[in-house]
Structure formats: C-alpha cells, structure tokens
C-alpha cells in the first residue's frame, strides 16, 4: 500500500457518525450522517453518469434536490446512447448508456430536479454563480443545505463563497484536484470554514506526487462537535479505493 503525505492541518477530527454514501468505488463520499439528517436541501454540483449519493442521501432524508451539472441531460444522455447503438461491438457500453439514460428519466422528477448550467465564478450563459444558487434554494427559503461538489479542478473558484454562506450549510463532501499546487488553498479554507473536517480520503486514480502529496482528494465536512484528541487511522473501514483494481493509499500526516 502506498502511503500518501499530508499537512497536519488537514487531520479530520473523529467521529463516529460517519457513513459511505454512493458508488461502491469512484463516486462514493464518506460523510457524517447527522449532516444529512439535519439539511433542509441536497445541492449537488456535478452529477456526470451517477446520482447514486444523491439517491442515498434522499433516502436518509427525503429532502429536495437541486442538481447542477451542463454537461449532461437528456439529449446528451440520448445521443450518447445511439453512438454506441451504432458501433455493433460496443453492445455493453449501449447496454451502460440505456441503464443511464432510463435512470436519469426516472430519478430526476417533482422535486428532484437538474438545471444544465454550470456553476462558477461569474454567470455568463450556461452558468450560474454558488452564491445565487444558495441564496435562491437555501437563504431565500430559510433553509440550509448539504452540499455535494465534484467540478474536476473549479471547485476553488467556489471556496470563499462556502465561508460567506457556512451558516446555511449543514455539510459538504467535495473532491479537490491538484492538490500539491493548490496546498495552500485547501488549508486557509479548512481555517476558515466554519464547519468541522470529517473525513480525508485519497482518490488512486490519481497519483501521489514527489514530495508524496496526493494529486486529489476527497473531504468531508461536518457542523456537528467532535473529537480532536484521536485522529483516525486512514483509509478507514468504510473507505474504497476509486480505482478496485490498485490497493487504496495510507495516509500518514506531517
């Protein structure tokens, strides 16, 4: 098992509420149960081909989901389906589509719902800024969300928005890219944020640097109290590796 470096000031505190929620590998996020339970709205920012955590956090609170992805949608979803219809040898991967297709029709309805806009700094056409999708579906309506963000690389963009908006976030799983350039980034957000760092897990799809930085990872945040006095052994139990085919990496602090 490999081991991947990180900074001290990115030891989750311990706790033990914590569930997997999602895909069995890529795709899953361990986040502490009580800030599902406690949200009021499920923001989700990127979906690609799976809303299985979407789907796992409904059914521990059945609350609204607004989805925010603009690279994916029925079309897309559609078309993609009749390239691989029309390529005889790619049955499975036509056989993958359909299953995604009919279960994005069926997912996304009543008060599920999926905008195909991105989120980002500003809000030219085709996208949205975080501050107007939290002021619209969460200050606005009195509510506060849990929030899903995995936007490959401009989730940065996004971090001094989730400060400015933490008194209305109950938790937050999101995955950080280019971690070793971004180092300094990550921690001033932990800093600041109000909310406590759950859970840190390495995705081995990525690599893990020369001064032994993972390039991304994956992290959770909880507003509920914790333990500070034991930081936890990991991978932990509930965690899988992104890629099954390769051990998962250890984590060790400095």
């Not at 990127?46 to 789907?55: L, T």
């Not at 309805?109 to 800024?129: A, E």
């Not at 971690?179 to 081995?204: G, M, P, Q, T, W």
Request: hydrophobic residues 40%.
């Amino acid at each position: 098992m490999q081991t991947a470096r990180i900074d001290k000031a990115l030891v989750p505190v311990a706790t033990d509420q914590l569930v997997r929620l999602g895909e069995e590998f890529d795709g899953g996020y361990v986040v502490d149960k009580r800030s599902i339970a406690a949200a009021d709205i499920l923001v989700s920012l990127g979906i690609g081909d799976s809303w299985k955590f979407e789907a796992d956090c409904l059914d521990i609170n059945p609350m609204p989901l607004e989805a925010f992805d603009g690279n994916v949608g029925t079309r897309r979803y559609f078309f993609r389906l009749l390239r691989a219809i029309a390529a005889p040898p790619r049955l499975k991967c036509a056989l993958h589509r359909a299953r995604v297709l009919f279960s994005y029709l069926g997912f996304f309805r009543l008060d599920r719902r999926h905008h195909r806009l991105l989120v980002g700094r500003h809000d030219p056409p085709g996208q949205i800024t975080l501050a107007q999708v939290l002021n619209k579906h969460a200050v606005g309506s009195d509510k506060r969300a849990f929030l899903k963000i995995d936007i490959e690389g401009s989730e940065y963009h996004l971090l001094d928005t989730l400060v400015e908006f933490a008194p209305h976030i109950t938790g937050l799983a999101i995955e950080f890219h280019d971690v070793e350039a971004n180092l300094s980034k990550i921690i001033d957000f932990v800093e600041y944020f109000r909310l406590n760092l759950a859970h840190v897990h390495c995705n081995n799809y990525a690599e893990i640097g020369s001064g032994g930085c993972p390039e991304v990872i994956e992290v959770s945040f909880t507003q509920s109290p914790a333990d500070t006095s034991h930081p936890p052994e990991l991978p932990r139990a509930l965690d899988r590796p992104n890629n099954p085919t390769i051990e998962d990496y250890r984590i060790t602090f400095a």
